[in-house]
């Protein structure tokens, strides 16, 4: 879900997961709620820190008048902090 907001802001198209990973969740003993946050903040990650998003980063540097790829390195860098930041979180509510 990271890769998928990272590349193609896959925040929207999210919601065709819910049916599919809900009884995986629950088959696991989790609660609802957990498959809702995972999906949900696995691909709001990926958007906030949009490594190569046409819709988001393309489009803006453009209008800003700056390569897309000035702070790659800081966008990956901080979806990889946050992605792991993210599921120990999980794991701690858990």
């Known amino acids: 879900m990271v890769l998928g907001g990272t590349t193609c802001s896959i925040e929207e198209e999210a919601v065709a997961f819910y049916p599919i990973l809900v009884p995986v969740f629950l088959a696991l003993g ?22 190569i998003n046409p819709f988001s980063v393309v489009i803006a540097s453009n209008a ?21 930041l993210r599921n120990s979180i999980s794991l701690l509510v858990l």
């Open 30 to 51: 989790y609660d609802a709620i957990v498959c809702v946050g995972a999906i949900f903040l696995a691909s709001s990650m990926g958007t906030a820190f949009s490594t």
């Open 64 to 84: 800003a008048g700056i390569q897309f790829t000035e702070g790659i390195g800081f966008r990956a860098l901080g979806l990889v902090f946050r992605g792991n």
